[in-house]
C-alpha cells in the first residue's frame, strides 16, 4: 500500500522493519521518546515502543552507542560522509569496520556482528545500505576494489523496469532507485548506461516512472511517488521527492566542493502553455520537485511531517527536512533551502544529540548551502559528531581551531552571512539521501 506525504512506511515489511524506519534508523531511536525522529535512517520504531538495548560490546569503530542491527552501516556512511565534507579525516578503524561489513557478493546488510563469518542466502544484504557504502568508500578512497564489486552487486539487482527495491527481488521504489544512482554516480558510472541485462530501461527512465507530471493535481506536480498503488496510481511523498529530486540533478549524499553558482528558482510545472503536453526537461523536473518540496514545508513553519504509526496526528520530520535540504541545495534552489534551515537550525538540537546519522545529515545540510556546521544554532555539529566515534586521525587547520556550542538554542546569525555572500552550488559526486538516503521508505 503507497501513503501519502507524511505517513511512515508505504509499504511494511513482514518480520522486519519498514523501508523508511530503516532509513531513519539512528535518529528514531535516539529520541522516539521525545519528539518523532524519522532520520536520515530506518529504525523499527512505533510510539511507545521500547528502544533497543546496545550490545554488552559496540564494535570497534562505530559510530553512536545504539544497537547497530538496524542502522550500522547507514550511520556509519553518513558519518564518514560528513566529516569527510568538513575536511576530517576518519580514524582508520572506523572506515575499516565499514569496508569490513562488505559481503564476498559485494553487498552489504545493514550490520554483521560477526563479519569474519561467511555471508550466506540469509544474511539481509540490502540495495540502501550498499548504495550508501559506496558513496562513502569511493568518498574517502583507497578501497576501489570495494566500490567495484558493491557497484556490480547492485548491477546485476537492477529490475527489469531498470529501477531497485530495497532487498533482492523487491519491486522498484523512487527511494532506492534514486539512492542507487546516487552511488553509480560516486563510482564514477554513467548512469545513462547502466540498464538490466534483460531490458532497456535506464535507472534515470525507472525513476520517472515514479514522478508526477501535468496529469496529476496542480499542487501535486512535480512530487515523486515512493511506488504506484495497485491500480498504478501515484500518490505524492515528499521522502520519495527529496531522493527523486538529488537524483535528478546528478547529486549523492556527499556534496564535493561548494562553488558559487546562480541561484534557480524551484518552478511548478508549466501545464497551462500550448506545448505542455511536451516532456519536460531534466531542469525543468527537478525545479517542479524542488517547489513540491519548499510548498510542503511552507505549510508547515518550514519543515516537513511524519505520522508515526499508532499515533494521530503528524509531528516533525527533522530528517527527511534535513534531506530536503541537501536536495534543494544540490539543485541549486537556495532561496527554497534557507526556510527549512532555519527551522533545523532552531529546533533539531535534540533529535541530533548522540546521533551520528543526524548530526552528519545536519553538517551535510549546513555545507551544501553554504552556512557553518560548526556554528549550527549555536552548536558546533562537527565536534558532536567526531564526540560519537573513534577520534579522527586529523583535521583541516583552518577549520579545527576553537569552535564553541552553546547551550542556547535558536538561530544562527551565520545564516544571514552564508546568504548574501552569493550562493553555493553543491557540485561533486553522486546521492542519498538523504537522502534515500534518506534517502527511504520501505
Known amino acids: 500500500m503507497l501513503h501519502h506525504p507524511g505517513e511512515i512506511s508505504p509499504r511494511p515489511r513482514p518480520g522486519g522493519p519498514s523501508r523508511h524506519s530503516r532509513l531513519r534508523r539512528a535518529a528514531a531511536l535516539t529520541a522516539v521518546s521525545a519528539t518523532l525522529c524519522v532520520t536520515a535512517a530506518p529504525a523499527a520504531f512505533a510510539a511507545g515502543s521500547p528502544k533497543p538495548a546496545a550490545p554488552a560490546k559496540l564494535p570497534a569503530g562505530l559510530y553512536g552507542t545504539k544497537d547497530p542491527k538496524f542502522d550500522g552501516v547507514w550511520r556509519q556512511s553518513v558519518a564518514l560522509i560528513a566529516q569527510d565534507t568538513v575536511k576530517v579525516t576518519p580514524a582508520p578503524e572506523a572506515v575499516d569496520w565499514l569496508a569490513g561489513q562488505q559481503c564476498a557478493s559485494g553487498g552489504f546488510a545493514e550490520f554483521r556482528a560477526d563479519a569474519d563469518k561467511v555471508c550466506d542466502k540469509k544474511t539481509p544484504v540490502d540495495s540502501n545500505a550498499t548504495g550508501l557504502a559506496v558513496q562513502a568508500l569511493a568518498a574517502l578512497g583507497g578501497h576501489g576494489d570495494a566500490v567495484k564489486k558493491a557497484v556490480n552487486w547492485l548491477k546485476s539487482l537492477q529490475n527489469k523496469d531498470g529501477g531497485w527495491g530495497y532487498y533482492p527481488g523487491d519491486p522498484s521504489d523512487a527511494n532506492s532507485t534514486s539512492l542507487v544512482i546516487g552511488a553509480l ?72 566542493r561548494p562553488i558559487k553558482s546562480a541561484a534557480q528558482d524551484a518552478e511548478p510545472l508549466d501545464c497551462g502553455s500550448a506545448d505542455a503536453k511536451d516532456e519536460p526537461d531534466t531542469e525543468a523536473k527537478a525545479a517542479a520537485s524542488a517547489a513540491y518540496l519548499a510548498a510542503t514545508m511552507k505549510k508547515t513553519d518550514g519543515h516537513l511531517t511524519a505520522v508515526a504509526p499508532g499515533a494521530d496526528k503528524p509531528a516533525p520530520d527533522y530528517a527527511n527536512t534535513a534531506d530536503a535540504v ?76 576553537d569552535a564553541h556550542d552553546t547551550e542556547q538554542e535558536g538561530g544562527s546569525d551565520g545564516m544571514s552571512t552564508a546568504w548574501t555572500v552569493g550562493a553555493f552550488l553543491v557540485a561533486g559526486i553522486g546521492i542519498g539521501f538523504l537522502i534515500s538516503g534518506r534517502k527511504k521508505k520501505a
Open 326 to 401: 541537501i536536495a534543494l541545495a544540490a539543485g541549486g534552489y537556495l532561496d527554497a533551502a534557507r526556510s527549512p534551515l532555519t527551522w533545523l537550525e532552531q529546533h533539531a538540537r535534540t533529535w541530533s544529540k548522540g546521533n551520528p546519522a543526524g548530526l552528519g545529515s545536519l553538517i551535510i545540510a549546513a555545507h551544501a548551502t553554504g552556512a557553518d556546521p560548526r556554528d549550527f544554532g549555536g552548536q558546533d555539529l562537527v565536534r558532536q559528531l567526531n564526540a560519537t566515534g573513534p577520534k579522527p586521525a586529523a583535521q583541516a587547520p583552518e577549520e579545527g581551531g
Open 185 to 256: 554516480i560516486a563510482a564514477g558510472e554513467n548512469t545513462q548506461d547502466v540498464k538490466p541485462r534483460k531490458g532497456k530501461t535506464s535507472a534515470y527512465e525507472a525513476l520517472d516512472g515514479f514522478r508526477l507530471g501535468c496529469d496529476a493535481e496542480k499542487g501535486e506536480r512535480g512530487a515523486f511517488a515512493y511506488q504506484p498503488d495497485k491500480k498504478g496510481k501515484l500518490a505524492p511523498n515528499a521522502d520519495a521527492t527529496a531522493a527523486g529530486a538529488l537524483a535528478l540533478v546528478g547529486r549523492g549524499l556527499h556534496p564535493g
